[in-house]
């Protein structure tokens, strides 16, 4: 069986050299995919700045550029060029210039451009990475947020060694709760402070100097102040939701903290005449899920107000309009993510729908939007038969601006994708899903069924394309994929059904799909297979421990052991008080009856394991306690380990490919 993965591996890395066009969407056609992110329409709503993304097969990166259009579609070229990461565009208030990151010189820097001359500078020159950047009002600073390291005092002072010694490096101590972060690594020392920045250079001003991390940076309409949001408490490791609302004087670097609950107070914006601030956040009673809601107060932090209060839904990406009567928002509802508008007593108008596209693994929700003084706006338009494109509209009408994959699916066919809504045999609620069906496809055939479950758990899937389906599609599986209890976008009281009961009735949900599909009459029930990741991972592994009716699973990055995880994955502070009613040494029978592993004994399903050697999240240890386990137990099972991968094996484009690979391998082997 190995060997066969390998060869496998080989044809995929190697087809592009010598194969024939074929009209299927084949694995190497991941390097084909485009995308547009960071739509950034000007200040006047006659153009848009936005991010262009793209692929490099000969150096496995991830690369982009800006690119501009005029808000009525003409007009569409680059601003950058070159095989380099260029993000992260901000018009300045009077609309002349664009600030950008990149990192074409070695790392990322801030990058000025000057739209009427066609010139730019360079305007950072710092180790560390300038974040979450904004123009002030005069068009003359940026304010941002960068690391700044800081040192402890050491533990002991060692011998030093001599001269021309070569010993081991140091021991590393650790004294800090949390002391990792999954895509990043283990955490310096040091925090994230603001600063701000003159236009006409010079040294960054440090506003802070504290041992917090500060949120991103917003000015208020005079210049005199940043809104910024953070955890000050002490104890903020303890209580990572408890953040508040701040205001600090440039002029003396006084922070004033302007909310006090207990909760997260997030994403302030101040109104355009500086009267009002509107933020995001919730009363957090520690459920599972808790939906974000949407609330003003005065400038000087009174009189705070709840403006969603009749929208259960979470709101997301808030901007003021220019008039100071209203705030646009993004949110997600029933797997499709819109844009709306609501005045300040909370009045909800829809102003369009289907943004997103932004993950090209699996159809997560996502994307942005930004929104220009007169009220038009731009977003990321998602479809299920293309990655994102350009999207504008003014009002309820909207339209698509780009379309960057036509070159590919012009030839390329893709599986159609269909909505399905089902009853869960547990409580007869209604659950949505998606089928995707393999091109070409015949009703009057039998197909293999994969089922293709969700992580997080408290996400969505939707209407949006995956490069990850689409290639179980041309391989001439259909896929299900649904949203069962515990996903957003339903409202709170779906989302928490599985509050301090995750894994539990999303079983049936999910099993209840599988019929649903069986009654279909296309599909072969005695060929079906089941595969997720992280949460994913942990339904798949608790679902082969409970039913035996899937010919083959494939278990990515999950959780096994509920106990070991609480304990091992990067935010112990957050998963302990927020997805467990108490520690593990205290109810150690909680954390195992909701474990995989406690079912691992009724498994007799051949299953492979596939996590990212370097995950934080879901560590591989997880995965290996599981294979242990099958393995003590002669189960047929294979553990596939990604070099180097974080969390997010798809990150990385081969890895995306060869996650596929091994999955329909694995399937296409077990028939």
């Known amino acids: 069986m190995i060997n066969r993965f390998c060869l496998l591996l080989f044809l995929c890395t190697s087809y592009v050299s010598w194969s024939q066009v074929s009209d299927k969407f084949e694995l190497t056609d991941v390097f084909n995919l485009e995308y547009v992110s960071e739509p950034q329409i000007s200040p006047d709503g006659q153009r848009i700045a936005y991010v262009r993304n793209f692929k490099d097969i000969m150096t496995d ?26 993000f992260h565009p901000r018009w300045s208030p009077d609309g002349q210039k664009l600030i950008y990151k990149s990192n074409k010189d070695g790392s990322v820097q801030v990058y000025l451009r000057w739209l009427g001359e066609s010139s730019e500078s360079k305007l950072t020159n710092s180790n560390e990475t ?210 709306a508008y609501t005045d300040l007593n909370g009045k909800v108008n829809d102003l369009t ?75 007869k609620r209604k659950i949505q899903g998606w089928i995707c069906k393999p091109p070409n496809f015949d009703p009057n055939k039998k197909y293999p069924l994969i089922l293709e479950i969700h992580g997080g758990p408290f996400t969505n899937y939707g209407s949006r394309f995956s490069a990850e389906i689409q290639l179980y599609a041309a391989a001439g599986y259909v896929v299900l994929y649904t949203n069962p209890r515990g996903s957003t976008s339903y409202g709170k009281e779906f989302g928490n059904l599985i509050h301090h009961n995750y894994p539990s009735q999303d079983y049936d949900d999910l099993m209840s799909g599988v019929d649903a599909m069986i009654e279909k009459g296309y599909i072969d029930s005695d060929k079906l297979y089941v595969t997720g990741g992280s949460g994913g991972g942990v339904l798949t592994s608790w679902i082969i421990g409970k039913t035996d009716r899937f010919k083959a699973a494939v278990v990515a990055k999950p959780v096994i052991n509920w106990y070991s995880f609480v304990l091992y994955a990067d935010n112990p502070g957050f998963f302990s008080k927020y997805w467990f009613p108490s520690f593990p040494w205290e109810d150690p029978e909680h954390y195992h009856n909701r474990s995989p592993i406690s079912l691992v004994g009724n498994v007799s399903t051949p299953t492979m394991l596939l996590t990212g050697e370097a995950d934080m999240r879901t560590p591989i240890v997880e995965t290996e ?47």
């Open 130 to 339: 300038p974040g979450n950047i904004s123009w002030s009002p005069d068009n003359k600073y940026l304010a941002y947020i960068m690391f700044v390291p800081k040192s402890p005092a050491p533990f002991l002072n060692l011998p030093k060694k001599p001269k021309g010694a070569e010993w081991n490096d140091p021991p590393k101590v650790v004294d800090k709760l949390k002391f990792r972060s999954d895509g990043r690594g283990w955490d310096k020392d040091g925090n994230q402070q603001l600063f701000i920045l003159s236009l006409d250079g010079g040294t960054p001003r440090q506003l802070t100097d504290n041992f917090y991390n500060h949120g991103s940076p917003q000015w208020t309409p005079d210049g005199n102040s940043l809104v910024f949001s953070a955890n000050h408490y002490e104890d903020g490791a303890y209580d990572p939701n408890n953040s508040e609302v701040h205001k600090i004087s440039i002029a003396t670097s006084k922070i004033t903290t302007l909310t006090s609950r207990q909760g997260p107070d997030n994403n302030p914006i101040v109104s355009p005449d500086g009267s009002k601030i509107a933020y995001i956040g919730f009363d957090d009673i520690y459920d599972g899920y808790e939906v974000r809601r949407l609330y003003t107060m005065n400038s000087d932090g009174s009189s705070s107000k709840l403006i969603s209060k009749n929208l259960d839904r979470d709101v997301q990406g808030i901007a003021w309009s220019s008039d100071n009567r209203g705030i646009y928002f993004q949110y997600d509802d029933q797997g499709d993510t819109k844009i």
């Open 61 to 86: 990166k991830n690369l982009s550029n800006i690119w501009m259009i005029n808000f009525d579609g003409s007009n569409n070229r680059p601003l950058t060029t070159g095989n380099q990461s260029d």
């Open 353 to 427: 729908n289907r943004v997103g596209g932004l993950s090209l693994g699996r159809p997560y929700s996502g994307g942005s939007f930004s929104v220009s003084r007169n009220g038009r706006y731009a977003y990321t338009y998602a479809s299920t038969q293309s990655p994102a494109d350009l999207a504008a509209g003014e009002k309820t009408k909207a339209g698509k601006l780009t379309s960057l994959n036509d070159d590919l699916f012009s030839y390329k066919k893709l599986g159609t994708v269909e909505e399905i809504w089902y009853e869960s045999s547990f409580d």
């Open 625 to 671: 306690q599981y294979y242990a386990a099958l393995k003590l137990r002669k189960i047929e099972a294979v553990m596939v380990r990604i070099p180097g991968a974080y969390h997010g094996i798809a990150a990385q484009p081969s890895n995306l490919i060869a996650k596929v690979a091994y999955i329909v391998e694995w399937f296409d082997s077990h028939k």
